[in-house]
Antibody, heavy 123, light 107 residues
Framework: EVQLVESGGGLIKPGGSLRLSCAASEFTFSYAWMGWVRQAPGKGLEWVGRIRSKADGGTTDYAAPVKGRFTISRDDSKNMLFLQMNSLETEDTAVYYC??????????????WGQGTLVTVSS | DIQMTQSPSTLSASVGDRVTITCRASQSVSGWLAWYQQRPGKAPKLLIYKASSLESGVPSRFSGSGSGTEFTLTISSLQPEDFATYYCQHYNGDSRTFGQGTKVEIK
């Protein structure tokens, strides 16, 4: 069974930086397109961004509210996904989920998710 | 960016009811539409992908239909464990957008 485990959340002051990690197992991570989704307290799901597999270029796409501040990267040798968050704002307070993105074989999206890690941006 | 609009925002229903949730896209997303279920405090769970393909392990009472800009999720006979919030998400092109969610409550 696919396992995704996020870590790195916590309390951070506005303007600060934080790096989230997602440890992946039980699937061929290097082939997978991966993404981040967040959910502010009591609110709906918001797509953050995604990274393609290296075989498909390893490129990234981001939602408008985080573009230029957040960076998604991956280390296929360690089966790890990262989200570097800079210039954090109070509006970035949310649970951040790591998920699988597009699966070209099945044509599916978001088949597996981690349990989430809470980021609180507050002074 | 493509906007996704779900209706209704809240739905009150009883066990055994047939329930339909609608998701509209601001422009065509072809068939690249997924539906998720989220229970309180839990991660989302994929139910339907490619508008109408049932994810493995998901009960057959869940079904999806539609293409282009209008999609529906139907639960044929609501069960106690189905009371949750449901989200649609398009995955056409380089962005993804979720609908605002539909909370299915006990009547």
């Amino acid at each position: 069974e696919v396992q995704l485990v996020e870590s790195g959340g916590g309390l951070i002051k506005p303007g600060g930086s934080l790096r989230l990690s997602c440890a992946a197992s039980e699937f061929t991570f290097s082939y997978a397109w991966m993404g981040w989704v967040r959910q502010a307290p009591g609110k709906g799901l918001e797509w953050v961004g995604r990274i393609r597999s290296k075989a498909d270029g390893g490129t990234t796409d981001y939602a408008a509210p985080v573009k230029g501040r957040f960076t998604i990267s991956r280390d296929d040798s360690k089966n790890m996904l990262f989200l570097q968050m800079n210039s954090l704002e109070t509006e970035d307070t949310a649970v951040y989920y790591c998920s699988t993105d597009w699966d070209g074989h099945r044509g599916s999206q978001g088949a597996s998710w981690g349990q989430g890690t809470l980021v609180t941006v507050s002074s | 960016d493509i906007q996704m609009t779900q209706s209704p925002s809240t739905l009150s229903a009883s066990v055994g009811d047939r329930v339909t949730i609608t998701c509209r896209a601001s422009q065509s997303v072809s068939g690249w539409l997924a539906w998720y279920q989220q229970r309180p405090g839990k991660a989302p769970k994929l139910l339907i992908y490619k508008a109408s393909s049932l994810e493995s392990g998901v009960p057959s009472r869940f079904s999806g239909s539609g293409s282009g800009t209008e999609f529906t999720l139907t639960i044929s006979s609501l069960q106690p464990e189905d009371f949750a919030t449901y989200y649609c998400q398009h995955y056409n092109g380089d962005s993804r957008t979720f609908g605002q969610g539909t909370k299915v409550e006990i009547k």
